[in-house]
T-cell receptor
Framework: AQSVSQHNHHVILSEAASLELGCNYS??????LFWYVQYPGQHLQLLLKYFSGDPLVKGIKGFEAEFIKSKFSFNLRKPSVQWSDTAEYFC????????????FGTGTRLTVIP | KAGVTQTPRYLIKTRGQQVTLSCSPI?????VSWYQQTPGQGLQFLFEYFSETQRNKGNFPGRFSGRQFSNSRSEMNVSTLELGDSALYLC??????????????FGQGTRLTVV
């Protein structure tokens, strides 16, 4: 069965600190990878996606993620966080079986202290 | 372009009752997926409908069902409600297929409380 692991449940950072959130998945086939963000009181929004090609992908608001196939990882990074980045971050995997269903990690809550 | 619309936003039901949730996807999107979000289990896939056919189903009991209409709007039904069904139910609309599969746009969700 497919699964997605996010190792950090709650991360607290000061503004301007660098961020890296880990994501590992278990699936032997080809996957599409996503990071979604849920700001307080808002709906889930797509932060960035990887379909193929350059394993380093850039998303909105200065976020980027690197797909390392050999490690089954898709870690999210941001060089300098802002207070407005306070949110919950979800890593998700689509197994490319033809359907659109996503397997989500349990999420990482990020709190940025001004 | 209007986003994904879910109605109602909040619902309170009694154990044993049934409930129907509605989702209108983004115009042109033929794929609608449903997810259950709870603090303990996180986001779990319920089912996906594509062109009025259920294409994929998660690991939920048969009390959870859905359907999709010809205009791509979808409904989800939960019968014989249990306390554990209390959750945020999210609808996701997708255009992507094949190599672009999985990219989804989510609605605000319906918060269901079972008492």
């Amino acid at each position: 069965a497919q699964s997605v692991s996010q190792h950090n449940h709650h991360v607290i950072l000061s503004e301007a600190a660098s961020l890296e959130l880990g994501c590992n998945y278990s699936y032997g086939g080809t996957v599409n990878l996503f990071w979604y963000v849920q700001y307080p009181g808002q709906h889930l929004q797509l932060l960035l996606k990887y379909f193929s090609g350059d394993p380093l992908v850039k998303g909105i608001k200065g976020f980027e993620a690197e797909f390392i196939k050999s490690k089954f990882s898709f870690n999210l990074r941001k060089p300098s966080v802002q207070w407005s980045d306070t949110a919950e971050y979800f890593c998700a995997v689509n197994a490319m079986t033809g359907a659109n269903n996503l397997f989500f990690g349990t999420g990482t809550r990020l709190t940025v202290i001004p | 372009k209007a986003g994904v619309t879910q109605t109602p936003r909040y619902l309170i039901k009694t154990r044993g009752q049934q409930v129907t949730l509605s989702c209108s996807p983004i115009s042109g999107h033929r794929s609608v997926s449903w997810y259950q979000q709870t603090p303990g289990q996180g986001l779990q896939f319920l089912f996906e409908y594509f062109s009025e056919t259920q294409r994929n189903k998660g690991n939920f009991p048969g009390r959870f069902s859905g359907r999709q209409f010809s205009n791509s709007r979808s409904e989800m039904n939960v019968s014989t409600l249990e306390l554990g069904d209390s959750a945020l139910y999210l609808c996701a609309s997708s255009l992507g297929q094949g190599s672009l599969a999985g990219q989804a746009f989510f609605g605000q969700g319906t918060r269901l409380t079972v008492v």
